[in-house]
């Protein structure tokens, strides 16, 4: 009953109180080149955001001839769920003041306060979104992302979804309700991180300091996604994990990040940094149904997929491509976890995980910013 109270009390801000505040705040005009990154999961900048806003401040394109700033960035970042209600309807508010006199609007996640009015024309939206490719079933094309009974668009107002490749155009559309054309394979901009030198060596650096024990042995990581609603995770596996792991030999070194949902649950990962961090120095990848596949292809390393619940999950969730062709083996036991470790090198096939990286991420080249900004400047407020 106090779930279904929230919803509800979430319903009415959405679609009577957040426009409204909205329509009163439009009486003023849209400021040309303001960019407002917000976030509503965090009281930071998510690393996802970072090469965009780096790209708009040093792009020199983004000047005009007296060399003043086409740009003006602005940033709002608040954790809605570790406020109270009344605190967060506060802060929404004040987003609606800002966000009706936007001339751009990133976001990368999940944010209401966008989607809960009939935005201005001259106002554009980019979802960066928080993940790469087009894996399992999110959006409106799964019962566990959006309650049954929830009036409204939680994807409404979107002009910009850059995705990884072309095959990820049409799940995304999809998931989203969006308009054909808005999604656009120009790649995430968050992976041009990749493909940089010193971005990689900076990781490698803070890992090592913050790990030393690590030096000189194979790293292991373990990137689970969750189950369930995002209010409520679940993880599985967790056990049968553990035990392979405790099975290895010194030469590896192991690490267990928790997805953010969980993290946020009490779930305590292996080292705070964040998983895009740890991508440039992991050898060894296992994972289920996260994501995380997408962005680790980048580097051409082997993979596990460690799914001991794929055919229930199959089941509930489904996926937008065939599991048994993924890169990587797949392992359901401890032994079948532990063999599938030992000897994950030997059976790594590159050619495999080329073709993947290939149809899936061929977008994500280095320069997926230069291209997103380049979209934005044709879709300047003109006053």
């Given at each position: 009953m106090k779930k279904k109270l929230r919803q509800y009390l979430k319903m009415i801000v959405q679609n009577f109180i957040l426009p409204a505040f909205y329509r009163l705040f439009c009486i003023q005009r849209i400021r040309t080149g303001l960019v407002v990154f917000a976030d509503g999961h965090s009281v930071a900048r998510p690393e996802?955001?970072?090469r965009l806003f780096e790209g708009l401040n040093n792009d020199q394109s983004?000047?005009?001839?007296?060399?003043?700033?086409?740009?003006?960035?602005?940033?709002?970042?608040?954790?809605?769920?570790?406020?109270?209600?009344?605190?967060?309807?506060c802060?929404?508010?004040?987003?609606?003041?800002?966000?009706?006199?936007?001339n751009y609007v990133v976001i990368s996640d999940n944010f209401l306060p966008v989607a809960s009015c009939n935005k201005r024309k001259g106002t554009f939206v980019i979802q960066l979104w928080h993940g790469c490719g087009a894996f399992k079933r999110?959006?409106?094309?799964?019962?566990?992302?959006?309650?049954?009974?929830?009036?409204?668009?939680?994807?409404?107002?979107?002009?910009?979804?850059?995705?990884?490749?072309?095959k990820s155009v049409e799940p995304f559309t999809s998931a989203m309700k969006l308009h054909k054309g808005v999604c656009i394979p120009i790649g995430v901009s968050a992976t041009d991180q990749y493909y940089d030198k010193e971005y990689k060596e900076k990781c490698k650096g803070d890992f090592y300091r913050i790990c030393p024990e690590a030096r000189g042995k194979k790293i292991l990581l373990w990137a689970p996604t969750f189950r369930g609603m995002a209010a409520s995770p679940v993880i599985c596996g967790e056990e049968i994990f553990k035990n392979a792991a405790n099975r290895l030999s010194d030469e590896w070194y192991v690490i267990i990040k928790y997805h953010?949902?969980?993290?946020?649950k009490g779930k305590k990962s292996t080292i705070e940094l964040p998983t895009e961090r740890l991508l440039p120095v992991t050898d060894i990848l296992v994972t289920d149904y996260s994501s995380i596949i997408f962005n680790y292809s980048i580097f051409q390393r082997p993979v596990l997929l460690f799914a001991p619940d794929l055919d229930e999950y199959s089941d509930m969730r489904g996926f937008y491509l065939n599991y048994h062709e993924l890169p990587g083996e797949l392992v359901k036991t401890e032994?079948?976890?532990?063999?599938?470790?030992?000897?994950?090198?030997?059976m790594f096939d590159i050619n495999e995980m080329q073709r993947f990286y290939?149809?899936?991420?061929?977008?994500?080249?280095?320069?997926?910013?230069?291209?997103?900004?380049?979209?934005?400047?044709?879709?300047?407020?003109?006053?």
């Open positions: 996802r955001m970072n983004g000047k005009d001839a007296e060399g003043k700033a086409f740009y003006e960035i602005a940033e709002w970042y608040h954790d809605f769920q570790a406020m109270s209600y009344i605190s967060a309807l802060k929404m508010l004040g987003f609606m003041k800002i966000y009706a006199r936007a999110f959006g409106y094309d799964t019962a566990d992302d959006i309650p049954e009974d929830y009036v409204g668009n939680v994807f409404k107002n979107y002009d910009i979804v850059p995705v990884s490749g072309d953010p949902h969980m993290e946020a032994d079948e976890l532990f063999e599938g470790i030992c000897n994950a090198e030997d290939e149809e899936y991420m061929g977008g994500c080249d280095g320069n997926a910013t230069k291209r997103l900004i380049d979209i934005m400047s044709t879709k300047r407020y003109r006053s």
